[in-house]
């Protein structure tokens, strides 16, 4: 597995390519904003882009869905079943970040604990809700795809539509601390961090 970092969008969110290097096959997570860069080491790297996988619905994660589906036709938007603001842009907030109303039609709707197989790549979904009604990790050969969930020494913000604090408390301690402490975690914004410092140092939940 090979995972490339770029930070895209108004609000410097992380978004990652990622993919399996025997099959070439890979998806995008979080496209914050379309950055024609990454189109470019896509064909670079003969990368067959099968999916944009969204942690969660906010306007600044999804700003580069439309060109990115422009430059891969055929390309599906995977997101979590709960999450209601994608088509609502109201609740999206992206007419705020990007001057303009961003609605997201999603092809595959996922449950948390289910699965998808992408290359010989095995994607784990992790319903963790808190941040929004619908957010969600990645987990894949021991990296963890968290969004908004989960930061470096710090957690999503809980004051926006559909979130909710208790919610957010009890996704982080009962399914990401459970998982082993040297699994990598690359958020939605900030730097990357692991399981066992989260547990040891983050002071928003211990």
């Known amino acids: 597995m090979q995972i490339i970092h ?30 024609k860069r990454i189109t470019d080491k ?23 869905i439309e060109g990115f ?13 709960y999450e209601d603001m994608l088509m609502d842009s109201r609740l999206n907030d992206s007419r705020s970040l990007f001057g303009r109303d961003i609605v997201v039609n999603v092809d595959k709707w996922v449950d948390d604990f ?11 979904f992790i319903y963790t809700p808190g941040h929004t009604k619908g957010g969600m990790c990645i987990l894949v050969e021991g990296h963890l795809f968290s969004g908004d969930t ?6 999503g913000r809980t ?9 957010l408390e009890k996704s982080i301690k009962t399914k990401l601390y459970t998982l082993p402490d040297d699994t990598v975690v690359l958020p939605g914004h900030m730097g990357f961090t692991t399981i066992g410092d989260e547990k040891k140092g983050n002071p928003f939940v211990r």
């Open 42 to 64: 896509i064909n670079e790297l003969g990368i067959d882009l099968q999916y944009i996988i969204l942690t969660h619905g906010h306007g600044d994660h999804i700003g580069g």
């Open 6 to 35: 770029y930070v895209t969008g108004p609000i410097q969110v992380n978004t990652y390519v990622v993919f399996d290097e025997e099959s070439r096959k890979g998806f995008i997570v979080d496209p914050g904003g379309y950055d």
């Open 150 to 155: 989960l930061f470096r020494y710090s957690i």
């Open 114 to 124: 289910d699965t998808m197989k992408i290359g010989n790549l095995e994607l784990l």
């Open 69 to 81: 589906r422009r430059d891969f036709p055929g390309i599906q938007v995977v997101a979590n079943k």
């Open 159 to 167: 004051d926006f539509y559909g979130g909710s604090w208790p919610q």
